[in-house]
Structures are given as C-alpha cells and as structure tokens.
C-alpha cells in the first residue's frame, strides 16, 4: 500500500506543480469573466463574479473567487458584524464552479477577454500574487472592496489602468441604494431592513465604476470596454442559461408589506391609548424594539468598520436610550422631558424627510409619527393630571 501511494504521488504530482508553480502561460491561453446570475438565498442575492483562466497545454482550468470566507474563523458572527471580518481569494477548479452554480440553477455567463500574450501573463501573475497566503486575505466592503470591484481592479492594473469603459448605457443619476433596490423587490422586510441600517454614504450618486460592486453592471461594463489599441475588451460571450427553482407568482399578502404592518403598529399604538394597562404593555414593547432597532444601528455606524451604515438620520427617531427608559414608564419629569426631546426630535425628521442626504424608508414613517404622538402626548396628559 505504501509503494503504491508513493507511485500515485510521483504520477499525480507534476500535473499539480504545473498548476500551482507554473509562470509563463501558453499561447492557447484564454482568460474569463465569469458572471453568477442572483440565487435563491440572501447571500446570493446580488450574484457573484469569478475570473476563470483556461490553459489546455499546461492543464490549467480554475477560477479565482475573490467572495470567499471561513465560517470557522474565531469569533465569525462579531467580525461579521463589525465589519472585521476577512476575505480572501480562493482557487477552485472550474468543473466544481460550474457543478455548484448549477446546482443552485444560477445561469452564468463567460466572456473571453481579448487580451494579447503578454497582457494575459501579467493578469497571470498578478492573480498568483494575490493567490499567495500572505497577499490572499482583505477586510470586504460591499460597495467599494468586494469579489466584483477587486476583479475590475486586478484586470485595470494589468492592463496599466489603459481600459476605457463607456458608461452611455447606464442609468446615470441612481445611488448605491438605488441599485440595490433593483434585487430586493420580492425581498421587502431584506429592503427595510437594509433601508434602515445604511447611513447616507449609500445616497451619494453612483460614479460609473462605482456600478460595478455589483456582478450585472461588472459584466455589462465590460461587455462595452475598450483597450488600449482601440479593441473590445469581450471577443467572445458564451450563456449557459439555467432554469431558476419554480416560484410561485408573488402577490406580496399583508405581511410582506412593511409599509401596512408599520401603519398597522402605529394604528394599535394610537388605540392602546385610551386604556393606561394596554399603554403601558404596548408602549414597554414599542420602546423595546424601537431602542434595540437603534441600538443596532449606533453600533453599526460608532463601533464597525462598514463604510456604508455611517452617518444614519435614522436615529433620530428610533435612539439607543430607549432601552434605558422602556421598562421605566412610570411618570417623572425627567422621563417626561426625555419622550419631548425624542418627539421633537422625530417631528423634525418627518418636517425634512425630504431634504435629509439620507433616503428614510418609506415604512419608517408611521413608527416615526407614532413616537412623536406619544412624546408629546404622555408630556401632556401627565402634565393635566398633575394640575387636577
């Protein structure tokens, strides 16, 4: 057993050094754009982009996924949250690219850079450099570092940053929150929730190349680059198409509306109202919710590294301090002051909902009235039952 494990790596191994030590590519050499249609899970939702490297004489056929991450990094969930957590770029054989996409029923599409001997090397050996483990990992940044933005990087300096894109055919004028609306429409509680955390970084309008953090537009950017000599970048775009799981026709119900769920909670607020043991139960749970939702949001933009969830308006109406004060409810004029301060400071973003650098979400309106109706309303009602 011995001998013949020794004779399999003596056969196996030089294929494998050619593969992973190999520097100088073929002329046969060709070099990809891989574009990963949305899939059916969250994380998948924005698609996924690869470049893949074929070279038939030295046996090479991998695909370099600048979108990997271990799950079993020491403490995972808090560098995921706090925006620590490192990616890095992972090889892998492009058969088992292709079997997992398809799996998943993702179509993809492969364009063929047209890229000389020379270029083709120095993309080559960039990768490899970026391969290596010292070089391999980097802190992601969903709009401005991730797998699609790194791949446009990577080919631009191989190309000298000599590639012209012709952005005539984008929608112009659009935000980074813009262009992620497009993905979450059958996703609406994923799009509040989204809407809610991002800070107005994600409300700057979106520069040309900026469009390519997502794979589509990485892809249609591409499809209409130049090089250097005048040449398209794609001599060639291959389509495999892929039957998407059946979904039934969405007709959003009540609860996939978070505009009606958001009225319907601020409607219950309003009539919890007339009755103080129903108030008081109603309101020990909105302030909950409403501090743990702002809570969130603070540590987001003060205690991580996302560029994106800086500068949130959002906490304007839905503070931290709520959960300092929820389960206190019982009246004192420092806790009658605090509700004031907050309705005024809710009034004032509903007053310039509009002229904010930020977008609120539409949803957020009803949660944001109500806390402005119940500021000024518990100011006052305590402040009449103490002159009777």
């Known amino acids: 057993m011995k001998h013949l494990c020794l004779l399999l790596f003596l056969f196996i191994s030089p294929a494998l050094f050619a593969q992973t030590t190999a520097k100088q590519l073929s002329p046969n050499a060709r070099i990809s754009l891989m574009t990963v249609a949305p899939g059916e899970f969250v994380y998948s939702t924005f698609g996924h982009s690869a470049i893949r490297i074929y070279d038939p004489q030295l046996r090479i056929d991998r695909c370099y996924n ?3 991450f271990d799950f079993e990094q020491p403490n995972f969930l808090l560098k995921f949250c706090r925006g620590k957590l490192l990616y890095f770029l992972d090889l892998e054989p492009y058969r088992s690219f292709e079997y997992g996409n398809l799996s998943d ?26 391969a290596a483990e010292e070089n391999r990992y980097y802190k992601y940044d969903f709009f401005y570092d991730n797998c699609a933005t790194r791949i446009r990087d990577i080919i631009k300096e191989s190309l000298f940053h000599q590639i012209t894109f012709d952005s005539t055919q984008l929608p112009m004028g659009l935000t980074m929150r813009d262009l992620l609306h497009q993905y979450l429409t059958r996703l609406p509680w994923t799009e509040f929730g989204i809407d809610l955390v991002l800070g107005t970084p ?8 900026a469009f390519m953090f997502l794979p589509d537009y990485l892809h249609d950017m591409f499809g209409h680059a130049k ?12 389509f495999t198409p892929q039957q998407p799981f059946p979904a039934p026709e969405w007709k959003p119900g009540f609860f996939e509306r978070p505009l009606f769920v958001t009225c319907f909670v601020a409607l219950l607020g ?6 103080p043991r129903t108030e008081h139960i109603f309101d020990t749970i909105f302030w909950f919710v409403l501090g743990l939702a702002g809570l969130i949001m603070a540590l987001l933009w003060f205690a991580t590294d996302h560029s994106a969830t800086k500068s949130n308006f959002n906490l ?9 004060v929820f389960w206190r409810l019982r009246a ?6 605090y509700f004031t301060v907050m309705a005024i400071l809710a009034a004032l ?23 402005v109706v119940k500021g000024l309303w518990r100011q006052w009602w305590e402040k009449n039952r103490s002159e009777k």
Request: charged fraction near 20%.
């Open 227 to 238: 090089l250097p000599d005048g040449q398209a970048m794609v001599s060639k775009e291959i």
């Open 66 to 68: 600048y979108g990997t």
């Open 349 to 371: 973003a509903l007053i310039f909902w509009k002229f904010w650098p930020q977008v609120m979400p539409t949803a957020a309106i009803p949660l944001a009235g109500l806390v």
């Open 105 to 130: 029923r993702r179509a993809m599409k492969e364009q063929w850079l047209q890229l000389d001997s020379l270029q083709k090397q120095r993309l080559f050996v960039l990768l490899q450099e970026n």
């Open 332 to 337: 004192t004029e420092q806790l009658r002051n």
């Open 316 to 324: 304007m109406w839905a503070m931290p301090t709520h959960l300092l």
């Open 202 to 209: 994600a409300d700057r309008r979106a520069a040309p190349e």
């Open 270 to 275: 309003l009539l919890s109202m007339a009755n």
